[in-house]
Structures are given as C-alpha cells and as structure tokens.
C-alpha cells in the first residue's frame, strides 16, 4: 500500500530536537545533511576519509550554490559537526546511510564501500533509533545488511529499532531538481518504521511517498534509472537513424517533445556516465541473472550505452582520415570531460574512454574542462588546457587542432574560441550555432 504525505514547508526551521547521523559525505550524503540540518535536526556527518571532512570545512565541495551558502553559515557552528569517529554514531536518534554502490570491472555490484558503512552502523546502533538506507542496491540489500546483522545483535528491527529504505533522489548540477522539491519515497520494514523515517526525512521533500516494504522502494529507484538508460540508449539509436537520412536529431526530439502526452524527450550524446545510469541497472540485472530472469530490454540498452563512447572514438577517426591526417600526426582536443553539465565528476563519463580510445590509436590527445584539472586516461595524467592556448603543450606553436570533439558543455561555457577551419565533432548534437559541426 503507498501513500503520499506532502511535507511541510515552515518559513523558518524549529528549534533543533533530533541528532540525525549521516554516513558518507559525498555527492548525496553531503547536500542531504545540508537539507537536514535546514529542517532543523542536529546533523552529525560522518565520513571515513580525513581529505574529504577537510575539503567541506574549507568550503571546497562540488555542491550547488544555494548549498555552499547554506554549508558556509552551517560549518563550525553547533547543530553541524563533522567527523571520521564512528562512535558518533551512538548519540544519534537516526542514521542515514549515503555511501556510493558502484559496479566492478566485471559489471557486478560492489558493496564494499556500503556493507562497511552498515556493518559500523550496526555495531554503534542503539534501541530507538532510526536507520534509513538511502544507497541505491538490489532488491532485497536493506535486509541483508541491516535487518539481519541488528536481529543477531539482539536489537529486533520494527521493534528496538525502526529500519528503512528511502533511496536518494539527488540531481547534481540541476537547481530546479533540488532534493526540498523532490518527491522521497520510503519503504519501512513496519508501517510504525515508515512513519519513523518520514518524520526524519519530512523536511528535506516535497513530499513523503510511502511503500509497503524497503524492497518496494530498493525496485522503484532500480526501474527510475533503467528506464533513463533504456530511454537514452533509444535516443541515441534515433540520432543515428536521424543522421543517416540527413535529418537534425536534435530537431526531431524537440518535434516529438510537443506532444503534451505520451512522450518524454531524452536526448543522445556521447554516452552515460555518473553514478546512476551506468551503475544501477546492472545492480537489476546481476539480481535478475541469479534468479534465471531474462531482462533483454535492459540488457540491450546497457550493452548499446557502453558501445557509445567507442563509436564517437571511431567516427573521430573517421573524420581524421577523411581529411588525410595521419593518427599518429593527429591533434584532437575534447571539449568538456565532467559526466554531465555543470558538475566536476568524471566518474563514469564517456570522455575518460574516448580520450582513452583516441590515444591508443596513436592520437596525441588533450581537454578542456574549468571544472576538472586534471584525470587519467589510458594510463597517463592528463590536466586541462587553456582552449585559447596553442594546441599542445604551452610552450607549441604549431598548427590548430585537428580535431574538436565536444563532449560536455556547461552552462555558460564560451566556446566562440572554436577555428573556423578546424572540424568539431560535436557529441552533444546541441551546438547548432556551429556551422562547422558534424554529429556522429
């Protein structure tokens, strides 16, 4: 049975009454303590590595702006600690678990970081608290890492302590998308454990939307994501089916999107990295392996998104030896290496493969990106070019580039540097005011 509670929205926060401990301070763990603490709870973050608890002191997090404001007036003072002692734990009324879940090179889920994070909260929990696992896994992980490990420490999950699954809803680089405005569903193991973790997570929503069981809500995040993947995997099989007949895709998605109903545009691009689209759907399939259940949809649309930065690496080739530059002679430069707009995240992204690709070709390679100073990629270090500097190393002089290869491109980014004379491959098939272009 679901339910939606739409939360408050006071003009002021109340006078702080709850310890909220949040485990992992990174993308998701960092802004939600943030938005905790505005709703007035007493936030303890916790997080293991020393380098990151000094990056947020020093106001240097990737956060959105009205978050860095909000973490400037909130760092140092009371109702907003930070530490790497697990035995903070202990004081907290409630926990929220926030650590990332990625995949290994295998494509098979990797828990290391999560069943860590569970097994500290489990060995500082306390009869009363409240536990929510906010961490994207596979059906079924609240218990295993949680209800399970309490039970056999004698706490009973429901009873001594309320346990739930509420998976996280962050957009990062996206204001309109901020976590208050966002709908936060919640799956307790008790109706009694839901409306426990609804009244901790009420104030950082738009609203409440209530489950029946964690593994409802664990399904619900896993098919939010495949559906992205599935969706964009279509989009970029439409751009090439588009480009194939001479026709903008971008105008053709755009046309669709009309439609008040029935459509949602998704566009194509290079691929999908971050920490969602490439990762959680594999979480659903590795499950859906173990129990023989046959997921072709979602397999076809992962194993067609990994294909995607090789094929931008091809068609750069291509278009290199369509001008008669030798791949060892050649200069290609690729514009914007974050996963996505108006983040410094490259976890994931396409770019990381497609500089990767290039160079293994014998390409001599290099970016351009404000927001990433510096990534490796095929083995080498590589650090962010001024685009307005010779190509090559600072010190060159030679010719232009061979080769743009527009990957990302944040908001606000001047691209009007682009040389009329050098080609761009433009990834994001959303420079139309570059008359030089190609798409793939």
Not at 15 to 31: I, K, N, S
Not at 86 to 102: E, Q, S, W
Not at 204 to 230: D, M, Q
Not at 257 to 264: D, E
């Amino acid at each position: 049975m679901s339910s939606v509670l739409t939360a408050a929205r006071p003009h002021r926060a109340p006078t702080p009454t709850t310890t909220v401990a949040v485990v992992g301070l990174g993308y998701v763990g960092l802004p939600t303590a943030i938005a905790l603490r505005t709703a007035g709870h007493r936030v303890v973050g916790l997080d293991v590595d020393p380098r990151r608890i000094d990056l947020i002191t020093r106001g240097g997090a990737d956060l959105l702006p009205h978050d860095q404001d909000r973490l400037g007036a909130y760092v140092g003072r009371p109702g907003f600690a930070l530490t790497g002692d697990p035995a903070a734990l202990a004081g907290a009324d409630a926990v929220v678990v926030c650590v990332p879940t990625p995949v290994d090179r295998h494509l098979v889920p990797d828990l290391t970081a999560l069943r860590a994070a569970c097994e500290t909260v489990v060995r500082h929990a306390r009869a009363g608290q409240t536990i929510v696992l906010a961490s994207t896994s596979y059906v079924g992980t609240t218990r295993e890492l949680l209800v399970g490990p309490l039970a056999a420490r004698g706490l009973v999950p429901g009873h001594d302590v309320h346990v739930a699954c509420a998976p996280e809803r962050v957009d990062p680089g996206r204001p309109k998308h901020a976590q208050e405005t966002t709908t936060r569903v919640v799956g307790g193991l008790s109706p009694a454990c839901g409306l426990r973790a609804a009244e901790i997570l009420r104030g950082t929503a738009g609203a409440i939307h209530t489950v029946g069981s964690p593994e409802a809500a664990e399904l619900t995040k896993l098919l939010e994501n495949t559906f992205r993947a599935v969706n964009i995997s279509l989009a970029n099989e439409f751009a090439d089916i588009a480009g194939g007949l001479g026709l903008d895709p971008a105008e053709i998605v755009e046309a669709a999107a009309t439609k008040p109903f029935g459509f949602m545009p998704f566009w194509p691009g290079p691929g999908a990295g971050g920490h969602c689209i490439p990762c959680d759907p594999h979480y659903l399939l590795w499950q859906s392996r173990a129990r023989r259940t046959p997921l072709p949809v979602t397999e076809a649309a992962m194993t067609a998104l990994a294909a995607r930065p090789g094929a931008v690496a091809e068609r750069a080739l291509g278009l290199l030896a369509e001008r008669g530059v030798p791949r060892h002679d050649a200069r290609v430069l690729v514009v914007g290496v974050a996963y996505k707009p108006g983040v410094a995240d490259v976890r994931e992204s396409p770019a990381v493969e497609i500089l990767a690709a290039l160079s293994a070709a014998g390409v001599r390679v290099a970016y351009t990106d404000p927001l990433i100073p510096a990534l490796t990629a095929g083995g080498r270090v590589l650090r962010h070019l001024d685009p307005w500097a010779p190509a090559g190393d600072p010190e060159d002089t030679g010719p232009a580039w061979d080769l743009v290869v527009v990957h990302t491109a944040h908001p606000g980014q001047d691209l009007t540097w682009l040389d009329e004379r050098t080609p761009v491959l433009d990834a994001t098939y959303r420079l139309r005011d570059v008359g030089h272009r190609v798409v793939l």
